[in-house]
């Protein structure tokens, strides 16, 4: 692997984890529970989507970090998903609102986590 392609790996894991982070996020703002299901099937359609492929382990653990951030990483940091902001935080294609600032906040997170 060479080092560009290195760092686009990094970049895509990055947004994965952050994609699912804020899908984890949403969905618990809608439903008042942590939908692992939920999560695992975002993870594979955002894969495919993208043009990507990721072995199960790694999507296990990429599963498990979004919901960790999302269930308490995030309130630590400030950043309360509510109801009334879910929308904001996709675009009308369902990927990541980048001018959000709760998107914002949350890449720090995951950049951080990665």
Same mark, same amino acid.
């Given at each position: 692997?060479?080092?560009d392609e290195?760092?686009?790996? =990094?970049?895509?894991?990055?947004e994965?984890?952050?994609?699912?982070?804020?899908?984890a996020?949403? $969905?618990?703002?809608?439903?008042?529970e &942590?939908?692992?299901d939920?999560?695992?099937e975002c993870?594979?359609? &955002?894969?495919?989507?993208n043009?990507?492929?990721?072995?199960w382990?790694?999507r296990?653990r990429m599963g498990q970090?979004?919901?960790?951030?999302? $269930?308490k990483d995030?309130l630590?940091a400030g950043?309360?998903?509510?109801?009334?902001?879910?929308?904001?935080l996709?675009? =009308?294609e369902?990927?990541l609102?980048?001018s $959000?600032?709760?998107?914002?906040?949350?890449?720090?997170l995951?950049? =951080?986590a990665?």
């Amino acid at each position: 692997m060479t080092k560009d392609e290195s760092t686009e790996h =990094d970049r895509a894991r990055a947004e994965l984890l952050c994609f699912l982070v804020a899908i984890a996020a949403a $969905s618990y703002a809608l439903n008042q529970e &942590w939908r692992v299901d939920h999560v695992v099937e975002c993870c594979r359609r &955002w894969l495919k989507k993208n043009q990507l492929k990721m072995h199960w382990l790694e999507r296990v653990r990429m599963g498990q970090l979004a919901l960790k951030i999302a $269930s308490k990483d995030l309130l630590e940091a400030g950043v309360a998903v509510r109801l009334s902001s879910v929308q904001a935080l996709f675009t =009308d294609e369902m990927e990541l609102n980048g001018s $959000s600032t709760m998107v914002q906040r949350m890449r720090v997170l995951c950049n =951080d986590a990665l």
